[in-house]
DNA sequence: AAGCAATAG
DNA sequence: GGTTCTATTGCTT
């Protein structure tokens, strides 16, 4: 309980993330106490972690009870093809439960009230509401599926205990996990060692564990069966596929696969669109029906996407047009549709997504045209929240950006290359223009004060660019001449060189008057921009709509940042999902609390 | 890079 | 007895 008057006190928003009913959990990585001091002083700081599993109940039921209150007080299902795959809590009092048949929850609740959840684009659109939310508090927060969310809090622990008084004579309990965290076909080759418990795999010898996992991953089981988790919070940012998939009893004819893959295409062409990112492979996955083998083994077959750009909404159709027959080469590939065939499901992917600028530049991508260099300042809060795209807004994602998003690649991989640095989890944020080595020579006071978000916040806003507008205008329909800069048909990225590439000079000059000063931004983190602050926004209104959608995207998913995908750390299997271990079973997390009363 | 298995919610 | 709709990671080729 104190972890949660450490976390809530952070402002007083009645936007706080969660209040009294709910429980909270926590795991630390360390067993011993935490250590009050941020920064050390001498000798190694013992390794802390504090990290909040947030895991919110019956998260479709949750939705569809947001957009439709009246569904708050009856018993409800969401329902996917048969299969009931959540419930309310009034349906589970009368015996309900995830994953049961239509059938037999009709006869266990006449009452039961579904509603059709296979089109799941209102809970992905909530489920990344509710990252962002989280985002806007501190930026290390991982996904797992649309429901959870890790959050690694160490840094603002850390820095309200360093404000707080007495709080040396502070006490924090860890969690101990006390579940099933290995998956089906693991616990299987478990057990088939004699090892059915946590304490059977505690005693179980470890050499005769690396004979049958290898070592990596007889080491981590080992580790988390001691309660032993030091993977790191690994931000998600933005998906790195999307597919869309549809099953059936059975389908056997070329032309209901061709369709299907239509319909499929289409809104997958959609979701993309609105993505603003270009894939670089599609793929096609089909289930066979088979007497044994049922409902697994999918095959797939994937080829590059050979598109050039289709970003255009009214292109939309033709990528579709274009698509369907790739897909249906795909797919012969995998039926012959001479003999009989007898598919249960379809899915289509597009995955390996890319963002056009960084096809383009070397530096990595078209945003270092909007970011000035490295070392220069940003301006901040030139935004608006009424930047919509598409309906679906990434409106803080930007935010804790505060780095130039090149920089905080770099950084974040040196984090993950250097588990053991205790200092990165400090600098990593550190603000522009700050070398890591002078501000370990800084005195603690300092150090604190240039990591306070208020500080970042406030970094210079000393209008580098006095003409920028306060607030983004509405994004105008293409005016061919009217402007000074004007896009026509077009599309080389150099054409955008020019206008975006703005004033470096009066820049360089705020950024050698760094001032220091200390903001007073009462919730940190949590502003309304959406766009790095150095975008001119009105130069960024005349950008071609595709332009700007990809541009938008790639800052999104820029934000924290991110997975580096290359960068693989060898020779991990089970990885953080293993956290997910602690803290099943908690109360209701409710969504519902933030959106007014019927 | 492609295909797939395992795992997750 | 039936087994949804995603998404990620890692192994193998």
Known sequence: THIRLVLFDMDSSDEEVEEDETEWKSSFVDPAPLSPSLHKTSGP???????????????????EMIRNPTLRDVPLGIQQKNIIVTCNYVAR???????????????????????????????????????ELLMSYCPLVERLGFDENFMDITELVDRRLAQTPDSNNFSFKGHVYNHLWVGHQTAKRLQALGVVSIQDLQLFPLNELVREFGSPSAQRLKNLAAGVDDSPVTPTGAPQSL?????????SSTKDVLEKIQELLSSLVERMNKDGRQPQTFRLTIRRYS????WFSRESRQCPDPQPHRTEDHLCDDAVVQLVPLAMKLFQKMVDSNTTFHLTLINVCFSNLQTRGAAISGKGSITSFFTHSATSPRKTQVCSSSQTLHGFKWKQSSVVAVEDPLLQTADCSTARSDPDETNNAVTHQLPPNVDPEVFKL????????????????????????????????????????????????????????????????SDRETTERTSWKTGD??????????FPGNVDPEVFSELPPDVQRELM????????????PSSRKPGRSLTTKDRKAA????????????FKPS
């Open 93 to 131: 009092q009368q015996g309900l439960t995830k994953l049961m048949f239509v059938t037999d929850a009709m006869e266990k609740c006449p009452q039961l009230v579904l509603v059709k959840g296979e089109d799941l684009t209102h809970y992905r659109e909530m489920s990344y509401k509710v990252t």
């Open 583 to 594: 803290g099943k079973g908690s109360q209701a997390n409710s969504l519902l609390k933030y």
């Open 521 to 530: 931004r009462p919730s940190p983190w949590s502003s309304d921009c959406e």
């Open 45 to 63: 700081t013992p390794a802390h972690k504090v990290i909040l599993h947030l895991d919110l109940d019956c998260f479709y039921a949750q939705v």
């Open 553 to 564: 995207s790639e800052w999104k998913q820029q934000k924290p940042v991110l997975k580096i």
């Open 442 to 505: 800084l005195p603690e006071d300092i150090q604190k004060e240039l990591l306070s978000p208020a500080y970042v916040n406030s970094l210079p806003s000393t209008s580098t660019s006095p003409s920028a507008p306060a607030v983004v205008p509405d994004v105008p329909h293409m005016t061919k001449n009217k402007s000074p800069h004007s896009f026509t048909s077009s599309k080389n990225i150099e054409d955008f060189k020019e206008a975006l590439n703005k004033s470096d000079l």
């Open 291 to 294: 007497a044994t083998n049922k």
């Open 243 to 251: 597919s869309d998939e549809d099953s059936f009893k059975k389908m």
